[in-house]
């Protein structure tokens, strides 16, 4: 490389020589995650929940509702990427979008666990729209949130650290709604007002979380082009096979965690309570080792990083999962089952923290092999699977209510519905991580691999610097 060639890559580059990123922005990106996870937390653990004992939504309705929304949502998703490609502004292009949309979907978290109206028909009408509002404006913060990460640093470990970060956050979140929330669901006396007051609560906690975010976190990652065309867009994800094996493999894993989501609170409820009595304290422990697993599991992702990288740390994760939902379905006492519940958790926890990281590589992979950064829409993209994946497990969860003959009006449930909710809560996610674990072993992008490209990345961009300044001024 020429010293005019050295030179550009100091001043088109920065951020990839930076000094790691300090702990205070660390910790502002992973308060971000908590506030989005405010909303989808609380939808995805209790949503579910609130339309079949509170509203009296059929399994069968609810599961289509859940199924209709999310698919709705990952089209949002792509129309959210798009917007974020389109703007640059004195905020940067991902930040102000948590600025300008944080309060409305807080907001309309509230219009979610509150349906004023009688009629069957306006229920599902109100379901419908409230749900659909939440999804849209959902997009909007976490499509730029997400992709913000890639901006931050191109440096492997520090993305790690925002990846545990962010998993930190969600997990924070979970921990608070399986304390406050899930021990009042069995037996509360007025269980619509105590979701509804959880909302309002959440809307201020929330607030502080993003804003939290949008004054620590910066975007410091040089890019040649700030506003990219819709053209542009097609031809850098068209030419990314590393992004189409990740939202190929991200897709199954997150059927199977969305089937665990959805039906965790009957496990505990219901499957469990035959072994442990009608103590409310299953359903905060199962939500904690499950869906919260991300809490104590996000901090060792950089740590599996180092070991394994992220290729190997998401098999790694996957096979934990398959271990955990075999032992689930074979457990007859409630040691057993909490531990296959656990290794599910784990397993679940280490896969959401690895799945970050990887994308935000993929990000780098367009860019080497077009020379245009696309956040937006790499992330949109991926971002349009997960939620292709989050529709089809919680519909799968509900219908399964449906299929093992689940009703919302008894107390106790017939033996059978309990042994069906053990069972397909259990084979149906290890079936789903089992295919994430294989198409993800044809994953090509290593560590050794992307260190390769970000050199040549800033070979390439020198080159053009050079080029565009013969004379080496810029």
């Given amino acids: 490389m020429s010293t005019a060639q050295a030179t550009a890559v100091q001043r088109s580059a920065p951020s990839a020589r930076a000094p790691h990123l300090k702990a205070r922005t660390i910790f502002g990106y992973g308060a971000g995650d908590a506030g989005c996870n405010i909303a989808f937390q609380m939808t995805g653990l209790f949503l579910l929940v609130f339309y079949t004992d509170v509203v009296g939504i059929s399994p069968a309705h609810a599961g289509s509702i859940f199924l209709f929304v999310k698919i709705w949502d990952a089209f949002a998703d792509l129309f959210a990427g798009r917007m974020v490609d389109r703007t640059m502004t004195r905020f940067g292009k991902f930040r102000p979008f948590i600025l300008w949309f944080s309060l409305p979907l807080l907001a309309s978290n509230l219009l979610a666990f509150w349906i004023p109206v009688e009629s069957y028909s306006l229920k599902l009408v109100w379901a419908v729209a409230s749900y659909a509002l939440l999804g849209l404006l959902y997009s909007l913060v976490n499509i730029p949130y997400g992709s913000l990460a890639g901006a931050m640093s191109q440096n492997p470990v520090d993305r790690s650290r925002l990846s545990a970060a962010r998993m930190v956050g969600s997990g924070s979140t979970i921990l608070l709604l399986s304390v406050i929330l899930a021990p009042r669901i069995k037996g509360a006396d007025n269980l619509a007002s105590t979701f509804l007051v959880t909302a309002v609560i959440f809307l201020v906690v929330g607030m502080v979380m993003f804003m939290t975010t949008f004054v620590t976190s910066k975007e410091t990652v040089y890019r040649e082009v700030e506003r990219v065309s819709f053209k542009e867009t097609l031809h850098t994800l068209r030419h990314n096979g590393p992004l189409l094996r990740l939202c190929g493999s991200s897709l199954f894993y997150l059927i199977g965690q969305n089937i665990v989501s959805a039906l965790g609170i009957y496990i505990a409820n219901h499957a469990l309570a035959q072994y442990a009595g009608a103590g409310n304290w299953l359903a905060a422990v199962v939500t904690i080792i499950t869906t919260g697993a991300v809490l104590y599991v996000g901090p060792i992702g950089p740590g599996v990083t180092r070991k394994l990288g992220k290729k190997h740390g998401f098999m790694t994760a996957a096979g934990i999962g398959i271990a955990g939902g075999i032992v689930f379905a074979l457990a ?95 084979l149906l996610p290890a079936a789903f991580f089992l295919v994430a674990f294989l198409i993800m072993s044809r994953y090509p992008l290593t560590e050794a691999k992307f260190q390769e490209i970000m050199a040549s990345i800033q070979e390439n961009r020198a080159k053009r610097h050079a080029e565009l300044h013969p004379d080496g001024v810029a």
Avoid: H
């Fill in 332 to 426: 007859n006492n409630l040691l057993l089952s909490l531990v296959g519940l656990f290794l599910i958790g784990f397993g679940m926890g280490l896969l959401n923290t690895m799945t970050w990281a990887l994308e935000a590589d993929t990000v780098e992979y367009g860019e080497y092999q077009t020379g245009i950064r696309t956040e937006g829409a790499t992330y949109a993209a991926f971002s349009f699977i997960r939620k292709v994946g989050q529709a089809v497990g919680a519909a799968i969860g509900a219908y399964v209510l449906g299929f093992v003959g689940y009703n919302a009006t008894l107390e106790v449930q017939p033996q059978s519905v309990l042994d069906g909710i053990q069972t397909w809560g259990a």
